[in-house]
């Protein structure tokens, strides 16, 4: 008895010395090939059952694939057959969970176009977004709260490098030029919008070696520098908080440079490196999780290997995800789950030239002082999620349960992704006791939602997806 009570003891002063470090072990990854006929510029993305989807460019027969997880299995297609190269793929899924795809298409060397493949349920439809220059550089794919798409992309004439935007207005394509400069090349667009749906971009200035972003402010594009300390700015990964405040990940130049990380605080930028082990920091990915703290997919150039930063709320923890000497990590695309924020990373494994996938699964499930997914950590008070799907053409509702020890105060609200309030389903005293509370989706349009419970000093939330 006295040696298992100091083996524990051991075990925890081992925890603790760990957790100090910010390198202790988050998860354990699970890794498989999806395609090992090729896997260049992916992009990733999770539908409403967390399964993963990928958008990829096939190194050997040059086509636009797509592959998504069925629960058992990966379903791999051909998007586009053409003998040309269809590079620098972005996906985003709609509220059906139907794919939308923007990529490059290659002519020849000196003429290249932007072009948007979309599932209609049935089959794919494609279409040109702009041939104008050597263009489709980059692109950088996201939908509005209509289904719309919005793409950042490039445009290298050999004058000088342009940023453009294109946006899906219902009927046409509008296209406009974010910045140019002569004599400048311009490198690694992401895009993401605001409750408004207004565009905001961040991107590398390669010739100057300087981050920079660019934000739709419902008239004009404001433009600024990020970061101009060194040669930096390279892969950057764009991400709005529920402020709409902007977080970007990048990496420095090609030859050596740290995984740095600049959010914007509302008056100004602040900017940390999360990792400086070695040459790191390209091809970073970027999304919230618990508490919107931010997890980052990115690659080791110097050891070759994908690895993964989390904030833990005072320190970044860094590990490993795959260290295969095939030489990986080279177009990482990374998503977090809905459910439970477990990070999904798509990437080439560059000696076969094959499609991997990684998957976090948390050693120890995430916790924070206020609140988890699902319930609430203090015994008496818990809220849950029953049925968070509501598919309106069959008169779903969303059912949620909320047990009270006591009679009290209860607030139960609903926010979309952006941090704009949607409904409030309770905000007064309710007795002790079990609960049912249903939400029909009412005016609110298709899309992924987030449900806020707070009684007393207990917090919780949970997720509802809304298909009309």
């Not at 090729?38 to 989807?53: A, E, V």
Request: net charge negative.
């Amino acid at each position: 008895m006295k040696m298992n009570i100091k083996i524990i003891i051991l075990v925890v002063i081992a925890i603790l010395a760990n957790a100090g470090t910010g390198f202790s072990q988050t998860f354990n990854w699970i890794i498989e090939t999806v395609d090992s006929d090729g896997g260049g510029s992916t992009s990733i993305k999770i539908d409403s059952n967390d399964y993963p989807h990928i958008s990829y460019y096939d190194n050997t027969s040059f086509n636009l694939k797509y592959a998504k997880w069925n629960g058992s299995s990966w379903n791999k297609e051909v998007v586009t057959s053409i003998e040309a190269y269809s590079y620098f793929t972005s996906l985003a899924l709609d509220a059906y969970d139907y794919a939308h795809i923007s990529y490059q298409y290659t002519i020849n060397a000196d003429a290249r176009e932007l072009r948007y493949a979309k599932w209609n349920g049935a089959s794919w439809n494609t279409e040109i977004v702009d041939s104008t220059g050597n263009g489709g550089w980059d692109s950088s794919l996201v939908l509005d709260s209509h289904g719309y798409p919005h793409i950042s992309y490039l445009v290298h004439p050999i004058s000088a490098s342009q940023l453009k935007y294109a946006r899906w207005n219902g009927i046409s394509w509008n296209i406009e030029i974010v910045d140019s400069f002569a004599g400048v090349e311009i490198n690694h667009t992401t895009i993401a919008l605001d409750s408004n749906d207004y565009p905001h971009i961040s991107y590398w200035d390669k010739t100057n070696g300087n981050l920079k972003y660019a934000r739709w402010n419902g008239s004009s594009w404001d433009i600024e520098v990020v970061d101009s300390a060194g040669n930096v700015g390279i892969n950057p990964s764009l991400a709005l908080d529920s402020n709409h405040f902007p977080h970007i990940s990048y990496g420095g130049n090609y030859t050596s440079g740290n995984l740095k990380y600049a959010k914007w605080n509302g008056s100004s930028w602040n900017i940390e490196v999360a990792d400086s082990a070695d040459d790191v920091g390209q091809y970073s990915s970027l999304a919230f999780g618990y508490d919107e703290y931010p997890g980052i997919a990115y690659r080791d150039r110097t050891n070759r290997n994908v690895k993964f930063a989390i904030w833990k709320g005072a320190f970044w923890e860094v590990e490993t995800v795959d260290s295969s000497p095939q030489n990986v990590g080279q177009c990482t695309s990374m998503v977090l789950g809905n459910s439970d924020y477990s990070p999904h990373i798509s990437y080439l494994e560059s000696t076969t030239g094959s499609l991997k996938y990684a998957k976090g699964v948390y050693i120890i499930p995430p916790t924070t002082p206020t609140m988890t997914p699902t319930q609430t950590p203090d015994l008496g008070y818990s809220f849950q999620v029953i049925h968070g799907l509501i598919r309106s053409s069959r008169g779903e509702s969303a059912k949620m349960l909320v047990e009270l020890p006591c009679a009290g105060y209860v607030c139960l609200r609903i926010y979309d992704i952006t941090g704009r309030k949607i409904a409030t389903l309770l905000d007064g005293s309710l007795s002790a006791g079990s609960h049912e509370i249903l939400w029909n989706g009412g005016d609110a349009g298709s899309g992924t939602y987030l449900v806020y419970f707070e009684a007393k000093d207990h917090q919780a939330r949970g997720k509802l997806v809304l298909v009309k």
